[in-house]
Nanobody
Framework: QVQLVESGGGLVQAGGSLRLSCAASGRTFRRYAITWFRQAPGKEREFVAAISWSGGSTNYADSVKDRFTISRDGAKNTVYLQMNSLKPEDTAVYYC???????????????WGKGTLVTVSS
């Protein structure tokens, strides 16, 4: 079992930065790939960024590439999403999810957090 808890969301002005954290419990966390998804009001959940269990592979949605950085700290059982140059269209609830396979699509996830709200004002 893996439990995921997101934090770090909040209100920020356009151009600002936030760092989201995904804290995990469970001894096997280090063997899971972690993916960040987001869901804006009235829209479907979409992929944001993913990191393999080793941290050696990362992937980003085109919309966040060069602005967001995903990383993981194995000692702290935590994955981070550093978000810079935020735009109003980044406003969404951000979820982290864990999967035993590195296949960052929603239906491949084994565990989900409850999400953290990011609001970017113009």
């Amino acid at each position: 079992q893996v439990q995921l808890v997101e934090s770090g969301g909040g209100l920020v002005q356009a151009g600002g930065s936030l760092r989201l954290s995904c804290a995990a419990s469970g001894r096997t966390f280090r063997r899971y790939a972690i993916t960040w998804f987001r869901q804006a009001p009235g829209k479907e959940r979409e992929f944001v960024a993913a990191i393999s269990w080793s941290g050696g592979s990362t992937n980003y949605a085109d919309s966040v590439k060069d602005r967001f950085t995903i990383s993981r700290d194995g000692a702290k059982n935590t994955v981070y999403l550093q978000m810079n140059s935020l735009k109003p269209e980044d406003t969404a609830v951000y979820y982290c999810a864990a999967a035993s396979d590195y296949r960052p699509v929603p239906n491949a996830m084994d565990y989900w957090g409850k999400g953290t709200l990011v609001t970017v004002s113009s």
